[in-house]
């Protein structure tokens, strides 16, 4: 068939198109608004982020990652996207590891018996330089408050989160409060919104606004931040079960201030993507 190929795969319903940039190097030079025609869901492909997997640049990695979030914007990180990227890169290479090299560094991938993913996710960083925030303040308690949310941690995973705590985030109107958020102004690259709450010993739940994307079914990043905020508080301990729409991710913050996510990915089509969708309308 003629178009470039590309596979749809997700991880706990936060889907992504994904493209092999080694194999089909026009893909390397997508503008933001040709990312956003593929990601709309009415008349592209569809998918909360898309991703190109690109030649390694790092002598240590298998394959290099570039993120676009559905408005075309390119991103940091995404740890649901890891696992799918790792899985593809594993069964290429018929390993059960893989290092997988971000704009924000390596990321080391290990398959597990259960067809389970495990992504460490890098080093934490929790400095109000690092958030980034406008103004210096304690990130175990940003002062920032919005109806029913108040009381933030700030928590860098690659990219910027605010996880708020609340009885019941069932409740919560995320859809009205999360864009407002994340473009508050004490984020000046804006932020990813986590409302939750604790269900069980060691267990979370999670509901999230991903910055330039909206609402989502799952976001790895977004479940890393929470497990990390929640340990802060001393609410649970460093490993936790964070549930998102989508299903479960397990968390482990390592006393080396790296964080291990641990969880599915699944492939659901494979298609080519017509010409059209390349060019400038």
Not at 26 to 32: E, G, T, Y
Not at 60 to 87: P, Q
Not at 228 to 252: H, M, N, P
Request: aromatic share 4%.
């Amino acid at each position: 068939m003629n178009g470039i190929p590309f596979v749809k795969m997700h991880g706990l319903g936060n889907d992504f198109v994904v493209f092999d940039g080694r194999r089909d190097p026009a893909v390397l030079d997508l503008d933001n608004a040709t990312a956003a025609r593929i990601a709309d869901r009415k008349t592209g492909v569809g998918c909360d982020q898309l991703i190109v997997i690109e030649p390694a640049r790092d002598d240590l990695a298998d394959a290099f990652m570039r993120i676009r979030n559905n408005d075309g914007g390119e991103v940091e990180a995404c740890g649901n996207a890891t696992r799918c990227v790792a899985s593809i890169v594993m069964g290429e290479l018929g390993r059960n590891d893989a290092i997988i090299e971000t704009v924000v560094g390596l990321l080391d991938a290990n398959g597990l018996a259960d067809g389970q993913v495990t992504v460490d996710m890098g080093q934490v960083r929790l400095d109000w330089r690092d958030i980034p925030l406008s103004e210096a303040v304690d990130t175990n308690h940003i002062p920032l408050s919005l109806g029913p949310l108040s009381d933030a941690v700030g928590v860098n995973v690659g990219n910027p989160h605010a996880v708020f705590f609340v009885d019941d985030a069932e409740a919560v109107d995320i859809e009205k409060f999360g864009p407002i958020l994340e473009h508050h102004e004490m984020f000046p690259e804006r932020a990813n919104i986590e409302v939750c709450s604790i269900i069980g010993e060691n267990q979370i739940r999670m509901r999230v606004w991903e910055r330039g994307v909206g609402v989502t079914r799952a976001c790895g990043t977004g479940a890393c931040a929470v497990g990390i905020a929640a340990a802060r508080r001393g609410l649970t301990g460093r490993k936790t079960d964070v549930i998102l729409d989508g299903g479960k991710l397990t968390i482990e913050w390592l006393p080396d201030d790296h964080v291990l996510m641990t969880g599915p990915v699944a492939t659901s089509f494979q298609g080519f993507l017509h010409s059209s969708l390349l060019g400038a309308h």
